[in-house]
């Protein structure tokens, strides 16, 4: 299994390779040169498993023997004994025909876990092998900064940094982060939206000169080909739960940064039977006026009661564009910095090629709260802002309700209590193992919304 850039300029590399690498040297994303596909057979052989069986058979294909089938069957176990429910992403019935995948179960109560866990055990295998130090750099809308520290603080052999938004993520998720303390931890708040975090951190990995001698940048964000590939596995756990591959199941997936439902269109391309995917977006709505007016303009970045979708910049959709340009890499640099970070719009073929893919809707937080408020009447089950977003795109977007419709709930809600009790409801307590969340002492540096500020204070605290 080779490894091949969006941008077409980069040699390929291996599973390895990649896992140590963020964006590619010519500024492309990785991507499989070819994927793995699934028989509906074989996709019925892994009926029963659990879930890290199927991760494993799903991996598997993607690591290619970088490393032995003993060690991944550890470093996968590993990754998931933690989680608080033995399913590992139960699925919950909330309608007719509609289900919650509840992917908070993980160690901080969102579904970065899912990836984060993996990605953090599998660098440390490799790390120790090679006997390598390296540098994490990461941005954050919220959810991935906890699970990232969760996932890779315990490694000796990694110093790791997170940026994100300052005075724009919750304060569960602003302290799942900063009261994680060690030598090797360092969170920085950015003046800043997430996209400018994110922007920092492209341009780091554009040039690394101000990391020591015999040190380089790892990804932990998305642009990681691991973090995908991780994500991949609960599309079939949740099929093979509802019928699959004997029928076909679809997804709503909140997404700000298309990573989450891009895992679901290559499930979709490995075989999985997958009836429609529903890109869920808040008011952020960049992805939803794509896929809707082929509008891909940028906008003024909204703050919301969804915080972790408050992006404008879809990375991963770069990935997904890969592939509708025919795998041109020239063709998609082109129109990638056409404007910066994408022109407004593609050619009328290719964009019905995407509706044909993808449905969208965009919500507001007056109507997310109503999400919130009617589950919870209707289940005594409370649900997150993303996840509302998820339900009420499903409910809009649903061509078929005889085929099962899963949503997916990527966060705990005790984690956004601002929304919760906008809704009128009571913000569930904190699980036990964070209790004491707000007793913990916090620690982080503020700094100026540049490149700068950023590589300054990481090059004064290596």
């Not at 303390?181 to 341009?203: S, T």
Request: aromatic share 8%; proline share 4%; net charge negative.
């Amino acid at each position: 299994m080779k490894y091949i850039s969006t941008r077409g300029q980069a040699p390929a590399q291996s599973f390895e390779q990649v896992l140590l690498t963020g964006l590619a040297p010519d500024g492309g994303l990785y991507v499989p040169e070819e994927l793995p596909k699934f028989s509906k057979e074989e996709i019925a052989q892994m009926a029963g498993l659990n879930y890290p069986q199927l991760a494993q058979k799903i991996i598997t294909p993607f690591i290619d023997g970088a490393i032995p089938d003993d060690d991944l069957e550890e470093i996968i176990h590993r990754s998931y004994k933690s989680f608080a429910n033995k399913a590992v992403a139960p699925l919950r019935m909330i309608g007719a025909n509609e289900w919650v995948l509840e992917l908070y179960c993980g160690p901080t109560l969102a579904f970065k876990d899912f990836a984060l866990q993996l990605l953090g055990n599998l660098l440390d295998y490799v790390l120790k092998r090679n006997n390598q130090k390296v540098v994490i750099l990461g941005a954050t809308s919220g959810d991935t900064g906890s699970a990232a520290l969760e996932g890779c603080r315990h490694s000796d052999n990694v110093d790791i940094y997170i940026l994100h938004p300052h005075q724009r993520v919750s304060e569960v998720q602003r302290r799942q982060m900063t009261t994680v303390l060690g030598d090797n931890v360092h969170n920085i708040a950015v003046k800043g939206n997430f996209d400018d975090c994110q922007r920092i951190v492209k341009a780091a990995f554009g040039d690394q000169s101000f990391l020591p001698e015999g040190r380089q940048l790892v990804a932990v964000n998305s642009i990681n080909w691991a973090r995908i590939m991780a994500q991949i596995v609960y599309y079939f756990y949740a099929s093979l739960q509802l019928g699959g591959p004997h029928r076909q199941v679809s997804f709503s997936v909140p997404t700000g940064n298309f990573g989450d439902i891009y895992a679901g269109y290559l499930a979709m391309q490995m075989g999985l039977p997958i009836k429609q995917l529903i890109i869920a977006t808040n008011s952020n709505d960049i992805l939803h006026r794509f896929m809707s007016r082929n509008d891909y303009a940028q906008g003024e970045l909204k703050h919301t009661l969804s915080p972790s979708m408050d992006i404008m910049v879809s990375s991963n959709f770069e990935r997904y564009l890969f592939d509708l340009f025919g795998r041109d890499g020239k063709a998609l640099a082109a129109f990638m910095t056409d404007t910066g970070e994408g022109s407004h719009s593609i050619d009328s073929e290719r964009w019905k090629q995407a509706q044909k893919v993808f449905a969208s809707a965009s919500v507001d937080d007056e109507t997310t709260c109503d999400v919130i408020r009617e589950v919870f009447a209707e289940n005594e089950f409370l649900i997150d802002p993303h996840t509302a977003i998820g339900v009420k795109a499903a409910r809009e977007c649903n061509t078929d309700k005889s085929v099962p419709m899963v949503c997916l709930a990527t966060a705990h809600p005790v984690k956004f209590a601002d929304a919760v009790k906008k809704a009128g409801l009571d913000t569930p307590q904190l699980p036990e193992h964070l209790s004491d969340l707000f007793e913990r002492e916090e620690q982080y540096a503020i700094v100026d919304n540049s490149l700068s500020a950023v590589t300054d204070l990481i090059r004064s605290t290596l």
